[in-house]
């Protein structure tokens, strides 16, 4: 935060910073209770409400062992609870036990209540469960006994998730043999997130001779938006590096953790430097008898984590084998991967064949791999971790509980869009995922070309030859008259436009549109990304700036924001044709999609911002924001704008921060 603030010192000046800051602080007071520890609803101002729409049924709950910011926020029920808040779902979180860490964080809640488990939460919760929401329990604990018969009651869906052997010693308070038996016959979807997991739920359901029913093999997963090797990070203050840097993050304590294996891999090594991120407050006899090059640096948010990855030489995962580990579907495996770093791993059966993991059970395997200097394979990582990440695990369970979700009102009737220029490294990315998602919708895919001179127009020419895409070239380097290229070659009634540094993250991607569309007789634009206006009538502050980009957890959208970005916009063809497209004087780029979104206001429509499209951004990959040819050309193209729209329709500038 102190660095967002300097850099908007910098580039806006005192009084600006000021009145920013405040707006920050005002947006998060008022949802001050998303952030508390507890919290049964989100406060939001009276004067806001008109503006905002609330989300669609289903809920979604998730019935949890731990609260939501356990571990860093990085255990699989508060993935799962992060995802479904961004896949456009209104997540109520639930769970059994208060935290006993040492530290606790003050992350950002991204669920509509968050609330410890008691005699009183089936009534506190009672007004929001209808038919069809989905509960999915994570343990068979008997602390969640009338949750799940107020989830029976509703008739709501059910899933539970078998995530550890809990016949173990990790069952030891939540096991229960009359609830496990409940939640079998009752869910209509079983998750095993390990192999042995899966096969273990077949046998229950034999055990107890219950009907068959979908069981799901669903490993752990990965947020590939916030663990993304191709983002710039700067290296954290705190890593230690040597001749070879090596990272754990995660739990620290149980019969399960190596340590013999660090620690004498570590004696013998002195230039081996080993980073152990994670709370070590109840282990003072491992961390004092430790050699000096394992260093601890305690327990860190999820969010902070890429940066420690970006920087080391391998990921560790020393987890003794056996009846505990043999259970286990590391989550931290795919947030490696996902980062590009190597990853060496005790043999645990469900990571075998895992791009970039080597196995060994003893320090003589461990440092004969780090001796071989293994080459990181970054295209296995990214086609691996495309099949693995939680939008993806959550698709595989909606596609049961909620099998009415694989129609659209979109199918056959809409183009996309996208611009390339010169953007050879992430074009076939957005392709891709575009053609991989593609089974509901049926949409068009146009990619305009404007100019590149990387060898991207040609590789595109090559990849594509089956008319998987309409592939055009622009005279010139234009953002508006690309966009403009590409609606005159489409004849489909919506129209979306999303940058070549975006890509499509799940099977639902458009969903939450959908639901704007159906339900906004008024829609004339619906678009991902947002800006408010300055008292000078100039785009200035956007969404990311604010708590929640700007969005309250149990809302779909708004409409008091001042204009909408192009990258994920929807609109009719029809409004497209009645507003004559983009204007060209924006060419090459900056204020065109400002621009854009003024004359669908000055139309008598409106635009709605919505944050849950399902796409991932790398930002600035064609632009270069922040560079002095940037800035001369924004400072150019925001004075024609505001004189434009002083003249026309002065009112339109009323959204301001």
Known sequence: MVNKILNHFKNHGLFSTIAWLYNCILFKFRMRNVKSVDFEEIEIDKSEKKFLTPKSKPNIFIVASIPYYDIGGGQRCSQLAKTFNIMGYNVIYLYAFKSSESVRFDLSMPMAKHIFIDENTCKKIKSDVTKNDLFIFESPSPKFKD???LAIERECKICYENIDNWETSLGSTVYNEDMLKRLLLHSDVLVGTAKPLVKQLEDYLVKYNIPSKPVLYLANAVDDELFCGNKELVKPDDLKTDKVTLLYYGSLWGEWFDWDLLINLAKKHPHYCFNIIGDYSNIKSITDAAPNNIHFLGLKKQCDLPAYLKYVDYSLIPFKPGEISDYVSPLKIFEYISMYTKVLCTELPDVKGYPNVYCGNTVEAWESIIESNPKLDKTAADEFILNNTWRARITEILNIVHPENNTSILKDKLSVIILNYNNKNVIFKCVNTLLKYNEIYKYKIIVVDNGSVDGSYEELQNRYQNNEIILLQNEKNGCSSGRNLGVANSDSEYIMFLDSDQWVTNKYWLQPYENIIQTHSDFGLIGWAAGFYNNKNRAYHVVDSFPYRYMPCNMLCRYDIGYLGSGGMITKRETFDNIEGFD?????????????????????????????????????QTTKSGSKEHQELTAKKQEYFTRKWLKTNPSLFKYKK
């Open 584 to 620: 060209v004087f924006y060419d090459p780029t900056c204020y065109e999609d400002t621009d854009f979104s003024m004359k669908v206001r000055n139309l008598g429509k409106e635009i709605y911002y919505c944050p849950y499209l399902g796409v991932i951004h790398l930002p600035h």
């Open 147 to 149: 949750i799940l018969d």
